[in-house]
């Protein structure tokens, strides 16, 4: 703090455009003059733009009066909010002193969940905060325990249900009691560390997913009315699966064949009209921006990859904000067995093999000690190459290759030594492996030769999906009896009369 200068301005909007001018790595302390909002008086407010290890941008404002000695701090995020929202699950085990420790940051629209306690945090208890989890439990105990005295004059039955949950808490916060700390983010911008980064956590979990139309206008998104009522949306549904617009079999790919005839060589086109030759579908339909929440366009067809299977491509536009998006999912039924594929990449040319990951799929490098968890990059259409670069950008956008003044010199050195080794193997100046797991088998990595059978860097392996994995993929609970029958019974119905 020492390092920085103190630049005085007029108002917050001084200190916004000032912020965003400076250089990232030499960001100065603003000050600004604000109201007191227990005295009346004026007092001091600074603002400082810092950047998290292993995490974002935010910036810190911290307020003090002079005249009555009133103080807080805030934590704001000085970049946009994420494209998803994040849910972080946090095992805590009595006697380990270092989960307590944990840094933890708390956006404004974040709840904080104890099952066992059957306890909340709500985004408006506890605004903004960067502290440890500890930190957050001594903060909900304080803030319980502050006004027990007037509440057990007023409602003694509840002032003493509160000081057994109290006894409770201050358990778990302690280290008394195993508890389970749940942080979930609509915003996507909360955090807990990781303390073995970039290498997974046996009692962290994190999975990212998409906002609901309720999320969305808490955010401050607009949303249309109609989505937020569930039969409303039924309804427009129904309707707008009149507003599809088919294009006819065969024009994506007799369009493509087209465009290489005029444009390309002979074996671009015999290229071309090889990979279109079967007919397409093309179907287009109204959707909603996951950006903006606006009205937007999704246009769907239906393919078969060679060596794969077949999949479903789809793209969305929003003319609103500028969005656009390409996903592609799997077709078909789902498969009895997972899947895993390891790829040996030994030479230049392995970089450029094609690359198909979906959302269920994890990814592992063993030289790197990396691995990614499902749904960590999504669904991505990519090559060797372009998934190591994802991973990479991933990596410096939500751990960060930037580090503060509070980062170790052990973890720097560690994250410096990491990022090397990620530059090092797309160099290929040695061999390494690359590894994706799917248990619902709907990712591909392109063989080099004709036939898959002759391309031994390659490996495919199938095996049977555990319990657990099942559970987490909705696998369990799935009932299928009713269908079954009924199915069967429109199959007997329709041998005995053929004429019908």
């Known amino acids: 703090m020492e390092s920085n200068k103190e630049k005085i301005v007029d108002d917050v909007g001084s200190v916004v455009e000032a912020i965003s001018a400076d250089d990232d790595n030499a960001a100065p302390l603003y000050q600004v003059e604000s109201l007191c909002m227990r005295c009346t008086q004026n007092g001091i407010t600074r603002f400082l733009l810092t950047s998290i290890p292993h ?12 005249h009555c000695g009133e103080r807080n701090n805030e934590v704001q995020f000085a970049g946009e909010i994420q494209p998803k929202g994040c849910h972080y699950h946090l095992e805590v085990q009595p006697g380990d002193p270092k989960l307590f420790s944990r840094q933890v940051v708390k956006s404004e629209s974040a709840t904080i969940k104890i099952p066992e306690l059957d306890f909340e945090i709500p985004p408006e208890a506890q605004r903004g905060s960067l502290s440890t989890v500890e930190g957050i439990l001594v903060r909900a105990i304080d803030g319980l325990q502050a006004l027990q005295e007037e509440r057990k004059k007023v409602d003694p039955q509840t002032g003493e249900a509160i000081d057994q949950f109290l006894l409770k808490l201050r358990a778990c916060a302690t280290g008394e009691s195993p508890f389970t700390f749940i942080l979930d983010d609509p915003a996507g911008n909360s955090f807990i560390e990781n303390p073995f980064a970039p290498s997974p956590d046996p009692s962290l979990s994190i999975k990212f997913y998409d906002r609901t139309p309720e999320q969305q206008a808490s955010l401050g998104y607009l949303v249309d009315p109609s989505q937020l009522n569930a039969d409303a949306a039924m309804e427009e549904t129904s309707n707008d699966v009149d507003q599809i617009r088919r294009q006819p079999h065969g024009s994506v790919g007799a369009a493509a064949g087209q465009k290489a005839i005029a444009q390309s060589n002979s074996a671009e086109i015999a290229e071309a009209l090889f990979r279109y030759s079967a007919p397409e579908e093309v179907m287009t339909f109204p959707s909603t921006c996951g950006a903006c929440a606006a009205r937007s366009e999704t ?25 656009r998006n390409s996903e592609l999912k799997p077709g078909g039924a789902i498969p009895d067995k997972g899947k895993r594929i390891t790829l040996s990449v030994k030479n230049i040319n392995d970089l450029s093999r094609d690359v198909i990951k979906s959302d269920t799929a994890s990814v592992k490098v063993p030289e790197l000690d990396l691995e990614l968890a499902s749904g960590t990059l999504g669904g991505v259409v990519t090559t060797v190459e372009g998934l190591i670069t994802k991973i990479s950008e991933s990596l410096e956008r939500v751990h960060g290759f ?19 080794r990620l530059n090092k193997i797309l160099s290929m100046t040695e ?25 031994h860097q390659l490996i495919f392996e199938k095996y049977e999906r555990s319990w657990e994995q099942n559970e987490e993929l909705g696998l369990n609970d799935i009932d299928t009896s009713s269908a079954d029958a009924a199915y069967n019974s429109t199959g007997v119905t329709s041998n005995e009369n053929p004429q019908e």
């Open 55 to 66: 995490f974002r941008k935010v910036l810190l404002s911290a307020f003090e009066c002079p």
């Open 299 to 323: 246009r769907m067809f239906v393919t078969r990859i060679p060596y794969f299977q077949e999949v479903i491509v789809m793209a969305s536009t929003c003319d609103a904000c500028g969005y």
């Open 402 to 420: 930037t580090f503060g003044d509070s980062l170790d010199e052990c973890k720097k050195n560690k994250w410096l030594d990491f990022k090397a």
């Open 431 to 455: 061999p390494w492996t690359l590894i994706l797991d799917d248990a619902l088998a709907n990712s591909f990595i392109a063989p080099a030769t004709d036939d898959i059978k002759d391309d």
